[in-house]
T-cell receptor, first 114, second 117 residues
Framework: GEDVEQSLFLSVREGDSSVINCTYT??????LYWYKQEPGAGLQLLTY?????DMKQDQRLTVLLNKKDKHLSLRIADTQTGDSAIYFC??????????????FGQGTTLQVKP | GAVVSQHPSWVICKSGTSVKIECRSL??????MFWYRQFPKQSLMLMAT?????????EQGVEKDKFLINHASLTLSTLTVTSAHPEDSSFYIC?????????????FGQGTRLTVV
């Protein structure tokens, strides 16, 4: 079945780069997502990548996709204390454009030390 | 992005009572809404998918008689936890999706923390 795996915890110093990794098993995934969850809050979509892309950059965020290895990463440049949160990797399949049914990883807690 | 509002943000109820959680899309019409459950330090698990005007589709292992979902309008879906027990205590999050041909982002509510005592 579908499965998404992430490391559970990452600690970095403010100003450093953070790299959060994710692996998935479903080769038919068409969209892969990164969400941010702050304590007691819902999920905020940070970025997404379509499965035929290798890389996507959006300001401080860079997403790398290795489709052969089914590996996705999120790099946050110049990490700030406000980036401390839980980051979820998620995948979905698309037939009619339905993005809402997502399979989530366990989430990676990012701790940013001043 | 669009706004999805959940109410209440948190609720404490006694065992055996029922609790209703609302999910509203404030500035768009949500043809599909999704309900997720999140246990502490765990990921989100999809409970059910609801389309406006039709019965919800529940994921395997989710009791449809316990978790009643209603999606009567294009801006409101409700989740009712019936005869709640302490093991139902969790963080419930909804997401809402509008219409789209190719790709439509699903927007998440802020979540509802349910504690059953």
């Amino acid at each position: 079945g579908e499965d998404v795996e992430q490391s559970l915890f990452l600690s970095v110093r403010e100003g450093d780069s953070s790299v959060i990794n994710c692996t998935y098993t479903d080769s038919s995934s068409t969209y892969l997502y990164w969400y941010k969850q702050e304590p007691g809050a819902g999920l905020q979509l940070l970025t997404y990548i379509f499965s035929n892309m290798d890389m996507k950059q959006d300001q401080r965020l860079t997403v790398l996709l290795n489709k052969k290895d089914k590996h996705l990463s999120l790099r946050i440049a110049d990490t700030q204390t406000g980036d401390s949160a839980i980051y979820f990797c998620a995948e979905s399949q698309h037939g009619s454009g339905n993005t809402g049914k997502l399979i989530f990883g366990q989430g990676t807690t990012l701790q940013v030390k001043p | 992005g669009a706004v999805v509002s959940q109410h209440p943000s948190w609720v404490i109820c006694k065992s055996g009572t029922s609790v209703k959680i609302e999910c509203r899309s404030l500035d768009f019409q949500a043809t599909t809404m999704f309900w997720y459950r999140q246990f502490p330090k765990q990921s989100l698990m999809l409970m059910a998918t609801s389309n406006e005007g039709s019965k919800a589709t529940y994921e395997q292992g989710v009791e449809k008689d316990k978790f009643l979902i209603n999606h009567a309008s294009l801006t409101l879906s409700t989740l009712t936890v019936t005869s709640a027990h302490p093991e139902d205590s969790s963080f419930y999050i909804c997401s809402a999706q509008g219409t789209g041909v190719v790709w439509t982002e699903a927007f998440f509510g802020q979540g509802t923390r349910l504690t059953v005592v």
